[in-house]
């Protein structure tokens, strides 16, 4: 009884079979279907290493949404290197509330030579090549955020030692962070030496000749929030050079806040757009003001969110499963059509093989050479073949 049972659930375990089962009988090896078979692994082959590279690769997802960390500080880093002696210069910045902010500290300022080394030029140069880039292909930014670029404060490489601190030298460099309020401001590099007063804002430059000015300058690096790899920030390699004592650099920057979150960096920083102005001031002609180099700043209510993603490996998995079973399924199907093509032409033309030969007569059915051609025509009234092979004989 036991083994009974056990032969009966075999039974129904083999009959809950859902996939057929092809007769060996039923399978055939052939020329063409090795061919495609060969063909169709080579197709699977292409396919599912591309399917691979497409997946190791990223994509880029923005989001807009209102910045409403309105309590946070905002950082400024710089490098700026103008075309006068430190001890003639100064620099601070000024928000909107009212707030002079001290650079003290926080921007440091090194006596260089205002020409640069090849190695310096050779980074300028390279700089203003991808940002002539990034304003013809936008899509450019995608790559830079996924490869990463060095786009941090002091990215340029700076001067050799013997240049730098000399008494000799005829520039001086600003270059470090400083972190101010988030709201609208001006941070501004102009001669003296800026002194706290009451009323407003000032800077001390007595005893500075005023046509020893020389606000020629080079902006090596200008960004806002943390330094992040990827961004190209619009002022970075820009140089500016005047001939005038008494010219007025202006620069109004809209800033974008901007959360990044890739592979190369996960930072709070910003991106901007910049509008330049110059001019020369002459209280005489009615273009007041005060020579120097200017910056000023606002920010926009609208946060950008800059993340990179991959997709599920499931998704992969799903690709993968769909192209090998549709490329086998289409070229079974394909090898069967046209199989069954092949079969259909070859059937025809048997049949007419099969056809002609059923219309030739038997040796014993051809007619003596010496039957009046009346008489065959009598004896044979649909066949014209074993007259026309007679009259050939007959010739010969």
């Not at 992040?228 to 974008?256: A, C, H, W």
């Not at 289409?330 to 025809?348: E, K, N, Q, Y």
Request: proline share 5%; net charge neutral.
């Amino acid at each position: 009884m036991r083994r009974l049972n056990r032969k009966q659930t075999l039974k129904v375990v083999k009959e809950m079979d859902a996939f057929p089962k092809i007769p060996e009988s039923y399978v055939q090896t052939s020329t063409s279907g090795a061919t495609v078979s060969i063909l169709s692994f080579v197709l699977i082959a292409i396919l599912v290493i591309s399917e691979l590279i497409y997946y190791s690769e990223t994509n880029m997802k923005y989001e807009y949404n209102v910045d409403t960390e309105l309590e946070s500080k905002l950082k400024i880093n710089l490098d700026v290197t103008v075309a006068m002696k430190c001890e003639s210069l100064g620099a601070d910045v000024l928000d909107l509330t009212g707030n002079s902010i001290s650079t003290q500290g926080s921007i440091k300022e090194d006596s260089v030579f205002f020409d640069m080394t090849p190695q310096q030029k050779r980074w300028q140069r390279m700089v203003q090549t991808v940002k002539s880039s990034l304003d013809k292909e936008k899509a450019l930014q995608h790559l830079l955020f996924k490869t990463g670029f060095s786009s941090k404060p002091t990215a340029a490489p700076v001067s050799s030692g013997h240049q730098r601190n000399k008494p000799e030298a005829n520039a001086c460099r600003f270059h470090g962070t400083i972190e101010v309020n988030k709201v609208a401001g001006n941070f501004h590099i102009t001669a003296g030496r800026s002194i706290p007063h009451p009323r407003g804002h000032a800077h001390l430059s007595a005893g500075i000749n005023t046509k020893d000015y020389n606000f020629s300058h080079r902006i090596d690096h200008l960004s806002f929030g943390d330094p992040v790899r990827g961004i190209i920030n619009p002022l970075d390699g820009e140089e500016k050079v005047t001939q005038s004592t008494m010219q007025m650099f202006q620069y109004f920057i809209q800033i974008v806040p901007t959360r990044v979150n890739t592979r190369q960096a996960q930072a709070d920083t910003g991106q901007f757009a910049v509008t330049e102005r110059e001019r020369v001031i002459d209280h005489g002609s009615g273009s007041h003001g005060v020579a120097g180099i200017f910056f000023k700043y606002d920010l926009t209510s609208i946060m950008v969110k800059v993340t990179e993603e991959r997709q599920p490996f499931s998704q992969l998995l799903i690709r993968l499963c769909g192209i090998v079973g549709g490329i086998f399924a289409t070229s079974g199907m394909l090898h069967g059509f046209i199989g069954f093509l092949v079969d259909t032409w070859m059937a025809r033309v048997r049949g007419r093989e099969e056809q002609f030969s059923n219309h030739m007569p038997t040796p014993a059915q051809l007619p003596p050479q010496d039957i009046p051609l009346q008489q065959l025509d009598r004896e044979f009234p649909e066949q014209e073949s074993p007259l026309a092979v007679n009259l050939i004989s007959t010739d010969r």
